[in-house]
Protein backbone atom coordinates (compact mmCIF):
# COMPACT_ATOMS: atom_id res chain seq x y z
CA UNK A 1 0.00 0.00 0.00
CA UNK A 2 1.30 3.92 -0.27
CA UNK A 3 0.06 5.05 2.54
CA UNK A 4 1.85 8.25 3.41
CA UNK A 5 3.77 8.21 -0.52
CA UNK A 6 3.71 11.73 -2.30
CA UNK A 7 6.76 11.31 -4.28
CA UNK A 8 5.99 10.97 -7.82
CA UNK A 9 9.54 8.91 -8.95
CA UNK A 10 9.07 10.78 -12.09
CA UNK A 11 11.57 7.59 -14.13
CA UNK A 12 14.49 8.49 -12.57
CA UNK A 13 16.81 7.57 -9.35
CA UNK A 14 16.85 9.17 -6.16
CA UNK A 15 19.77 11.74 -6.77
CA UNK A 16 18.69 11.84 -10.54
CA UNK A 17 14.97 13.06 -9.28
CA UNK A 18 17.00 14.97 -6.40
CA UNK A 19 19.01 17.29 -9.18
CA UNK A 20 16.15 17.48 -11.41
CA UNK A 21 13.88 19.17 -8.95
CA UNK A 22 16.61 21.20 -7.31
CA UNK A 23 17.55 22.71 -10.34
CA UNK A 24 13.44 23.46 -11.15
CA UNK A 25 13.39 25.24 -7.92
CA UNK A 26 16.54 27.25 -8.57
CA UNK A 27 15.59 28.26 -11.72
CA UNK A 28 11.65 29.00 -10.81
CA UNK A 29 13.46 31.19 -8.12
CA UNK A 30 15.80 33.16 -11.24
CA UNK A 31 12.98 32.89 -14.19
CA UNK A 32 9.64 33.75 -11.80
CA UNK A 33 7.65 31.03 -14.23
CA UNK A 34 8.64 27.76 -15.92
CA UNK A 35 6.78 25.70 -18.51
CA UNK A 36 7.31 21.90 -17.94
CA UNK A 37 5.10 18.61 -17.37
CA UNK A 38 2.29 18.33 -14.63
CA UNK A 39 3.76 15.52 -12.85
CA UNK A 40 6.90 17.73 -12.48
CA UNK A 41 5.25 21.16 -12.16
CA UNK A 42 3.65 19.38 -9.01
CA UNK A 43 6.91 18.10 -7.51
CA UNK A 44 8.21 21.08 -7.81
CA UNK A 45 5.74 23.21 -6.43
CA UNK A 46 6.27 21.21 -3.03
CA UNK A 47 9.65 21.63 -2.87
CA UNK A 48 9.60 25.28 -3.71
CA UNK A 49 7.21 26.09 -0.95
CA UNK A 50 9.09 24.26 1.42
CA UNK A 51 12.46 26.22 0.42
CA UNK A 52 10.39 29.64 0.71
CA UNK A 53 9.01 28.73 4.35
CA UNK A 54 12.80 28.16 5.25
CA UNK A 55 13.39 31.31 4.10
CA UNK A 56 10.29 33.18 5.60
CA UNK A 57 10.86 31.52 9.19
CA UNK A 58 14.63 32.56 8.85
CA UNK A 59 14.05 35.89 8.25
CA UNK A 60 11.59 36.46 10.93
CA UNK A 61 13.37 34.89 13.53
CA UNK A 62 15.50 38.30 12.92
CA UNK A 63 18.67 36.46 15.08
CA UNK A 64 21.99 35.73 12.89
CA UNK A 65 22.73 32.13 14.22
CA UNK A 66 18.57 31.44 12.42
CA UNK A 67 19.45 33.37 9.30
CA UNK A 68 22.71 31.18 8.80
CA UNK A 69 20.92 27.88 9.26
CA UNK A 70 18.16 29.13 7.38
CA UNK A 71 20.43 30.05 4.51
CA UNK A 72 21.95 26.79 5.20
CA UNK A 73 19.00 25.17 4.99
CA UNK A 74 18.14 26.18 1.48
CA UNK A 75 21.44 26.16 0.06
CA UNK A 76 21.10 22.37 0.37
CA UNK A 77 18.07 22.47 -1.96
CA UNK A 78 19.10 25.19 -4.41
CA UNK A 79 22.49 24.46 -4.45
CA UNK A 80 23.69 28.38 -5.71
CA UNK A 81 24.28 30.97 -3.60
CA UNK A 82 22.94 33.67 -6.01
CA UNK A 83 19.93 31.97 -6.24
CA UNK A 84 19.88 31.27 -2.46
CA UNK A 85 20.63 35.29 -2.18
CA UNK A 86 17.25 36.33 -4.63
CA UNK A 87 15.18 34.29 -2.28
CA UNK A 88 16.54 35.95 0.68
CA UNK A 89 16.60 39.39 -0.58
CA UNK A 90 13.72 39.48 -2.83
CA UNK A 91 11.59 36.93 -2.91
CA UNK A 92 10.41 36.08 0.67
CA UNK A 93 9.87 39.78 1.85
CA UNK A 94 7.41 39.93 -0.88
CA UNK A 95 5.45 37.24 0.91
CA UNK A 96 5.72 37.80 4.35
CA UNK A 97 2.13 38.32 5.27
CA UNK A 98 1.00 35.36 3.24
CA UNK A 99 0.51 32.15 5.01
CA UNK A 100 0.65 29.44 1.92
CA UNK A 101 0.19 29.31 -1.17
CA UNK A 102 3.16 30.75 -2.66
CA UNK A 103 3.07 28.92 -6.11
CA UNK A 104 0.13 28.82 -9.08
CA UNK A 105 0.07 25.79 -11.69
CA UNK A 106 -1.97 26.45 -15.10
CA UNK A 107 -2.43 23.76 -17.23
CA UNK A 108 -1.63 24.08 -20.97
CA UNK A 109 -2.77 20.96 -22.35
CA UNK A 110 -1.27 18.36 -24.19
CA UNK A 111 2.21 18.94 -25.43
CA UNK A 112 2.07 17.73 -29.44
CA UNK A 113 5.14 15.40 -29.52
CA UNK A 114 4.24 12.94 -26.42
CA UNK A 115 0.78 14.15 -25.74
CA UNK A 116 2.53 14.98 -21.80
CA UNK A 117 0.04 17.34 -19.78
CA UNK A 118 2.06 20.52 -19.78
CA UNK A 119 1.86 22.99 -17.00
CA UNK A 120 3.03 26.44 -16.17
CA UNK A 121 4.32 27.27 -12.47
CA UNK A 122 5.09 30.62 -11.32
CA UNK A 123 5.10 32.43 -7.92
CA UNK A 124 1.40 34.19 -7.06
CA UNK A 125 1.74 37.82 -7.11
CA UNK A 126 5.27 38.17 -8.67
CA UNK A 127 5.75 39.54 -12.46
CA UNK A 128 8.37 37.42 -14.69
CA UNK A 129 11.30 38.86 -15.52
CA UNK A 130 11.14 40.07 -19.30
CA UNK A 131 13.88 38.16 -21.29
CA UNK A 132 14.49 40.79 -23.54
CA UNK A 133 17.91 42.12 -23.48
CA UNK A 134 17.09 45.50 -25.09
CA UNK A 135 13.90 47.52 -24.84
CA UNK A 136 11.68 47.19 -27.96
CA UNK A 137 12.54 49.98 -30.13
CA UNK A 138 9.73 52.74 -30.93
CA UNK A 139 8.91 53.23 -34.95
CA UNK A 140 11.60 56.83 -34.66
CA UNK A 141 10.75 59.82 -36.81
CA UNK A 142 13.00 62.05 -37.44
CA UNK A 143 12.49 65.98 -38.02
CA UNK A 144 13.63 66.64 -41.17
CA UNK A 145 10.84 64.44 -42.64
CA UNK A 146 7.71 66.54 -43.86
CA UNK A 147 4.38 65.02 -44.64
CA UNK A 148 3.23 64.35 -47.52
CA UNK A 149 0.21 66.10 -49.03
CA UNK A 150 -2.13 64.84 -51.23
CA UNK A 151 -2.79 66.80 -54.33
Known amino acids: MRHKKNMVKLGRTAEERKALLSSMVANLIEEQRITTTLAKAKQTRMLAEKTLTMAKKALAAGTPVALMQGKRNVLAVVRHRKHMDKL ?17 ITKLGRRGSDSSEMAILEWVGLAPVSKRRKPAVEAAVTPDAEPKKDA
Open 88 to 104: FEAIAPQFKDRAGGYTR
